[in-house]
């Protein structure tokens, strides 16, 4: 089955960095665009930013373009979020998610998210 | 501000029909396909409905879709205890090149 996991977050000072990673197994990893959506404490989902199936195209949130980058390895069956320029506004649980080819930007598969806190 | 725009709530009782609307524009619901996520207290979301109205596999399907125009809606037939949850809209927007969730809509079971 589709398991993704999350791992990387914790507790990073204002303007430090952070890079969260996702393992993926259970389905062609190569072949689908990965999503991170993150939801700050008690607030609604906010999308972050994806990576095509062959890292050749990434698009951003408004909030996180110039301070985030997605990458993948395929080989690992890996997807990363490199978080520079942390702000406290950044604190929230960071969730990796699939989109299959076709999907019509469906994300059908989540990880279980792993929390940021930007905090001095 | 989303920029889909959900109600922020919404309630029935058990068996009851219930819908939540999701609002957007031509550049996202007008031109693409809706999806719908549930998220249940302390879980992550799950995909409910994908293409505006096709059920997610292993999905209820007293949960159902639609879409016109700029506007979509999901209902949920026969509401049960366990529908208690979050839910959301979520389009690909073309002018913002972004994916766009709405606000999400807290269902409760009175």
């Known amino acids: 089955q589709v398991q993704l996991v999350e791992s990387g977050g914790g507790v990073v000072q204002p303007g430090k960095s952070l890079r969260l990673s996702c393992a993926a197994s259970g389905f062609t990893f190569r072949t689908d665009a990965m999503h991170w959506v993150r939801q700050a404490p008690g607030r609604g989902l906010e999308w972050v930013g994806f990576?095509?199936?062959?890292?050749?195209?990434?698009e951003y949130g408004e909030s996180v373009k110039g301070r985030f980058t997605i990458s993948r390895d395929n080989s690992k069956n890996m997807v990363y979020l490199q978080m520079n320029s942390l702000r406290g506004e950044d604190t929230a649980v960071y969730y990796c998610a699939r989109d299959p080819a076709g999907s019509g930007w469906a994300l059908d598969s989540w990880g279980q998210g792993t929390l940021v806190t930007v905090s001095s | 501000q989303s920029v889909l725009t959900q109600p922020p709530s919404a309630s029935g009782t058990p068996g009851q029909r219930v819908t939540i609307s999701c609002s957007g524009r031509s550049s996202n619901v007008g031109g693409r396909p809706v999806n719908w996520y549930q998220q249940l207290p302390g879980r992550a979301p799950k995909l409910l409905i994908h293409?505006?109205?096709k059920l997610s596999s292993g999905v209820s399907d007293r949960f159902s879709a639609s879409k016109s125009g700029t506007s979509a809606s999901l209902a949920i037939n026969g509401l049960q205890s366990e529908d208690e949850a979050v839910y959301y809209c979520?389009?690909?927007?073309?002018?913002?090149?972004?994916?766009?969730f709405g606000g999400g809509t807290r269902l409760t079971v009175l």
């Open positions: 990576i095509w199936y062959d890292g050749s195209e990434k």
């Open positions: 979520a389009v690909w927007d073309d002018s913002l090149k972004a994916v766009v």
């Open positions: 293409n505006s109205d």
